[in-house]
């Protein structure tokens, strides 16, 4: 059996705003494998629609679950700033502290993440993205060192056929590539009928995994209460140099 209980509160003066929680969380069973967690939250910021905005937050998790045993307290801010009618840069850092109990490691950790989004024109859209994070001491989720770069983008190449891609390289105990890349054409626009044809191709270098392929689905509008869908896909699959084509 368990319990959670949640106390919330937010405020609007004007143009900012003010908001915090406090939340508790127990499950116990008969095994033992209990969880027992208690969680407050601060955070204070201006109207996101400006050109220029920022947002501070705090956050404090006592975990004392058979397998927490540690209290996290993280502070964050945030900073968005619209460069161009259709640019917008985004800076976050924050500073993470976790203290363990019953053995469980100390560490700190700094994050920072950069994000670019653009759309230099209606038929194509990106968002570059890059965060790194430093810790003292490897000590489990949000207490590792990583660093990725990820590059998202979209473009509709002629009228009815677009193109969607990702590239991210990864950086942890070793370096990895996330690449996949979709092609679609929806030939039938506007009527009872659509059909959406595409290709895609997918790559990711941590588990040596291919994936190459296409497909269709179509979706029939055959009444205003009646509607019929229907797809397939083929594709083909290689893992460490083993390969199948399941349909």
């Known amino acids: 059996y368990g319990e959670s209980h949640r106390f919330g509160f937010g405020w609007r003066p004007g143009a900012w ?18 969880t027992d967690t208690r969680s407050q939250q601060a955070a204070v910021g201006n109207d996101r629609a400006r050109s220029l905005r920022a947002r501070l937050s705090w956050s404090r998790i006592d975990d004392r679950s058979y397998i927490g045993k540690d209290v996290t307290n993280s502070w964050t801010g945030d900073v968005g700033w619209d460069i161009a009618p259709l640019l917008t840069l985004t800076q976050t850092v924050s500073h993470g502290q976790r203290d363990g109990r019953e053995g469980t490691p100390d560490s700190r950790s700094w994050v920072s993440v950069t994000e670019v989004q653009g759309t230099p024109t209606g038929r194509f859209d990106f968002v570059l993205r890059r965060a790194d994070r430093w810790v003292t001491e490897q000590a489990g989720a949000g207490f ?14 002629l009228p009815l056929v677009a193109l969607s891609s990702q590239i991210a390289y990864e950086e942890r105990n070793d370096s990895a590539w996330i690449i996949r890349n979709t092609l679609s054409w929806t030939p039938l626009p506007g009527g009872s009928v659509s059909l959406r044809l595409y290709a895609l191709d997918f790559q990711d270098t941590r588990t040596d995994y291919l994936q190459r392929g296409g497909g269709f689905n179509a979706v029939w509008k055959a009444r205003p209460r009646l509607r019929l869908e229907g797809g397939a896909e083929w594709t083909v699959l290689e893992q460490e140099g083993v390969r199948n084509t399941p349909t």
Do not use: A, F, I
Not at 17 to 34: F, I, K, P
């Open 17 to 34: 705003w003010l908001s915090g929680s406090y939340q508790t969380h127990q499950l116990e069973n008969d095994s033992g494998r209990n």
């Open 144 to 157: 590792t060192t990583y660093n990725d770069t990820e590059l998202s983008m979209n473009w509709l190449v």
